[in-house]
């Protein structure tokens, strides 16, 4: 074959991959493009809500078994069929969300799961525990995504990013605040909770090969780092979207490395917002103008 | 991403300030200094210098951690309702730090019937 007939080929080929990349753009309507973002969330806030797997069942039987009449908490929100609701109706709805891509489904599932996960921020069997909070907010950036199917995604794309960055940082901004105080910053809180006992590999690690004062100077440097790194990562909505998203995404999974694995119900939602930051469209017609 | 200093004692009987400060004070100075001898590191503490409590080994006991998380879901959370299930009845003391700022709360829990518990707040003595 001559080098001719071989550049012919090429050239052919390269215009043919070109129209379809031209098609699959021209096919994809910006509802779709926000669609497949909000899948994102959804399978981040999915994965999160799993990673609870075996509390659900135990919670359940343990509530059923107990009840705690605490007036604080309103009656409805301390039945264990409430609360098997709260956690049954926005699983079942994103699943079906992941397969059926009707608008109407996506509205109320978001709405349905937004409500839900605030119920159990609220109910005594779940309450003020960080994964269903750090998922709420994730399902509110998604509810204002869902109603956002109609707008132009030139518009969308940006202000999705900024807003998971948003809460991204808020969520830094929450644990950090709560920590400045003596009793952290010296580390006695976190030699307290991990340091001298938790089973995990890398205090293990430490527990065999430091000594008593060693590891509790450790404590205290462990316990500085955590308040100035979640300090610093209060302010990634002031960097470019995408290196907060990187930054972001490695400091929750060095979080998760360095102390503890239960923490991945907390952070799968926040890794999909990181995500949505960190996107960067490859097709022309689908990056929005910055 | 853990908040505040957090600490809660659970006894069967009331304490006093001064137990709570007592049984504080020796559950983390065993902790800091790791006794390997009494491996007291589940955070049950033996009060058996307190006089009052002398007659009765089992109210002698107070359990005493440091907390990750919001406090008073050691009562309404899933592994302390199991806790809850074996021990139906007693007293849960917190105390939260913030900076220059501590909150003190007291619950005591009375049951009601058989798988009832009836949470009442009351003021820490």
């Known amino acids: ?290 | 991403m853990y908040n505040l200093e957090n600490t809660y004692w659970y006894s069967e009987h009331p304490l006093s300030d001064a137990q709570l400060a007592s049984a504080s004070a020796e559950f983390f100075v065993r902790q800091i200094s790791r006794d390997e001898e009494t491996e007291n590191r589940t955070g049950w503490v033996e009060l058996d210098h307190i006089d009052e409590y002398s007659q009765d080994n089992s109210s002698r006991r107070v359990y005493l951690s440091m907390l990750n998380h919001f406090p008073t879901r050691t009562m309404t959370f899933v592994h302390s309702r199991a806790f809850l299930a074996n021990e139906p009845r007693g007293h849960f003391y917190y105390r939260s730090r913030y900076r220059g700022v501590e909150l003190n709360s007291c619950y005591q829990l009375m049951p009601l019937s058989e798988n009832q518990l009836q949470v009442i707040r009351k003021e820490p003595q």
């Not at chain 1, 509390?55 to 039945?79: M, T």
């Not at chain 1, 952290?184 to 004062?213: E, K, N």
């Not at chain 1, 060693?214 to 990634?236: N, Q």
């Open chain 1, 1 to 290: 074959m001559s080098e001719g007939q071989l550049g012919g080929i090429a050239k052919t080929f390269a215009l043919s991959r070109n129209n379809r990349a031209g098609t699959h753009a021209a096919e994809l309507t910006d509802a779709d493009r926000v669609r497949t973002l909000y899948r994102w969330v959804l399978i981040g806030i999915l994965m999160s809500l799993f990673w609870k797997a075996s509390y659900y069942p135990l919670a359940y039987e343990l509530y059923g078994k107990l009840l705690l009449e605490d007036p604080f908490f309103p009656i409805a929100f301390r039945s264990p069929y409430v609360l098997a609701a709260l956690m049954g109706l926005p699983i079942t709805l994103s699943i079906l969300c992941i397969f059926v891509a009707h608008p109407w489904l996506f509205r109320i599932q978001a709405a349905a799961t937004t409500a839900c996960l605030a119920g159990l921020c609220w109910h005594q069997g779940s309450y003020n525990d960080v994964t269903f909070l750090t998922c709420f907010w994730a399902s509110l950036l998604g509810l204002w995504m869902v109603l956002s199917f109609e707008k132009p995604w030139e518009q969308i794309l940006p202000r999705a990013q900024m807003f998971a960055i948003l809460i991204v940082s808020l969520m830094f901004a929450g644990g950090a605040v709560g920590k400045y105080t003596p009793a952290y910053w010296s580390g006695d809180v976190l030699y307290q909770i991990y340091f001298v006992d938790r089973p995990f590999w890398f205090f293990d690690q430490l527990r065999t090969h430091m000594d008593d004062a060693s590891l509790r100077s450790f404590a205290t440097l462990y316990s500085r780092v955590v308040i100035l790194v979640e300090t610093a990562c209060a302010f990634l909505w002031l960097m470019p979207r995408r290196i907060a998203g990187w930054i972001g995404l490695i400091t929750l999974c060095g979080i998760v490395v360095f102390s503890n694995i239960n923490l991945l119900s907390v952070m799968f939602c926040l890794f999909a917002l990181c995500g949505i930051a960190i996107y960067q469209p490859a097709n022309a017609k689908d990056q929005p103008d910055a």
